[in-house]
């Protein structure tokens, strides 16, 4: 079966004034597929994210195509609406909200009710621990916890694609595990 791109970065760089934090940087995405970018500290991981994500523009070079369309410059929300969501590197969930509205504010721009109550059970399905916890502040979760919630209301998009920077930074091993497994559970059901 021939294999179907759904990401492509073509001869990519980045500039940050003067500095280069990616240089000519090529690879693509073949739809269910995992992919992960290794790199040491500094070399250009985020920076290649947050481009294809549209948080960072004006220093990129080179191509960036979605499903065929060149988006290196859409807005974020054009970009997030195509199907292409992100989980920042540091887990950025809204502390003072509780673990069901930032489920909800995942969802923010779409208005399929009935696919949205699909996607709570979904996402709850995937962790059970957010489903204990739905009415917790989310700055109260733990670390490993906080990371479930940003996969969680990221999925709440319903994306063609998740971006995660860093998904295992700073958790405990067991819990490392349980990340990646559900990564390897969401590519299957895809
Ligand atoms: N806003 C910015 N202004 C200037 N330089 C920046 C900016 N953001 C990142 N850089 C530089 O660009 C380079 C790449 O940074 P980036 O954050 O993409 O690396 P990374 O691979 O994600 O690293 P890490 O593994 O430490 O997260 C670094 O040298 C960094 O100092
Ligand atoms: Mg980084």
């Known amino acids: ?84 969501a992100q989980c920042l590197e540091g887990r950025q969930v809204f502390p003072h909200l509780s673990v069901r509205e930032n489920l909800v504010m995942g969802a923010f721009t779409r208005t399929d009710k009935k696919g949205i109550a699909d996607d709570f059970d979904y996402v709850y399905a995937l962790f059970p621990r957010l489903l204990e916890r739905q009415d917790q502040m989310a700055g109260t979760l733990s670390g490993g916890e906080q990371q479930m919630l940003a996969v969680g ?17 700073g958790l405990a091993p067991i819990v490392i595990n349980e990340i990646f497994q559900t990564i390897k559970k969401l590519r299957m059901t895809a």
Do not use: W
């Open 1 to 84: 079966m021939e294999a179907n791109k759904i990401l492509e970065v073509i001869n990519y760089s980045y500039y940050y004034d003067q500095i280069c934090a990616v240089r000519e940087l090529s690879f693509h995405v073949n739809e269910g597929e995992v992919v992960t970018l290794i790199g040491s500290n500094g070399a250009g991981k985020t920076t290649t994210l947050r481009s294809i994500s549209g948080l960072i523009r004006g220093g990129g070079r080179g191509e960036i195509k979605y499903m065929g369309r060149n988006i290196e410059n859409y807005p974020p929300h054009k970009i997030s609406g195509m199907g292409i």
């Open 153 to 169: 209301r990221a999925l709440m998009q319903r994306p063609k694609i998740l971006m995660m920077d860093e998904p295992s930074l």
